[in-house]
């Protein structure tokens, strides 16, 4: 059974930060790409990230660009969302999903067939 489960989110103050969890079981992660997604109260869910698995080659949204930093611990069944000098705006439930089109898409969220429930992100004073 396809399984992603996120953790590692909380609260946490401006400027923190944060690693975002991915485990996956019932496939190996080396063989699909995994995309983080964010959706904020009010807001449409929007793409964060996402990770090739194959040569590795890392995507980001603009919005967080040098602050977010994807990763991957194949042993572990696992890929990592490292989030730097977070902002109120970065609040949000963030979600991984598998997809197996052999590219990345941040926009395209019909590509992604396995969703997480989600772990919940607050940045606040």
């Known amino acids: 059974q396809v399984q992603l489960v996120e953790s590692g989110g909380g609260l946490v103050q401006p400027g923190g930060s944060l690693r975002l969890s991915c485990a996956a079981s019932?496939?190996?992660?080396?063989?699909?790409?995994i995309g983080w997604f964010r959706q904020a109260p009010g807001k449409e869910r929007e793409g964060v990230s996402c990770i090739t698995m194959r040569d590795g080659d890392i995507y980001y949204a603009d919005s967080v660009k040098g602050r977010f930093t994807s990763s991957r611990d194949n042993a572990k069944n696992t890929v990592y969302l490292q989030m730097n000098s977070l902002k109120p705006e970065d609040t949000a439930i963030y979600y991984c999903?598998?997809?197996?089109?052999?590219?990345?898409?941040?926009?395209?969220?019909?590509?992604?067939?396995?969703w997480g429930q989600g772990t919940q992100v607050t940045v606040s004073s």
């Open positions: 019932g496939f190996t992660l080396n063989y699909y790409n």
């Open positions: 999903a598998r997809t197996t089109q052999t590219t990345c898409s941040l926009d395209n969220q019909r590509e992604y067939s396995y």
